[in-house]
């Protein structure tokens, strides 16, 4: 499944749609686009049916789990941790010191 993901990767990044998107054409993106591109819509197809198979092994542990061979960018970057989820009563004080004292 990993060499068919690749394969699916490569494949746009050599289409036209990897210089529209860097050229920001944001009108070349509709939802018309995803139902007309082949290309498109065989992604659509295989990660949303990864996604199952991947949920469903997790859930049930069919096959061990394995690293894909490609770094996951959660390895390479490090993700900060949030931060703790304010009270009500710690976000009222911060909007009444900061909005209403300027």
């Known amino acids: 499944m990993e060499g068919k993901q690749n394969a699916l990767k490569s494949n746009l ?16 993106f ?7 591109n082949p290309l498109l819509k065989s992604i659509i197809a295989f990660e949303t049916g990864f996604r199952i198979l991947t949920n469903l092994n997790f859930e ?14 959660e390895e390479i970057i490090p993700i900060p941790k949030e931060k703790p ?15 209403f004292n300027k």
């Open 60 to 73: 049930y542990h069919f096959e061990e789990i394995r690293k894909p061979s490609t770094p996951i960018l």
């Open 13 to 28: 990044a050599d289409s036209d749609m990897l210089f529209e998107f860097l050229m920001g054409n944001v009108g070349y």
């Open 85 to 99: 989820m304010l009270s009500d009563q710690d976000a009222v004080e911060y909007f009444l010191a900061n909005v």
């Open 30 to 36: 509709d939802s018309q686009l995803a139902v007309d």
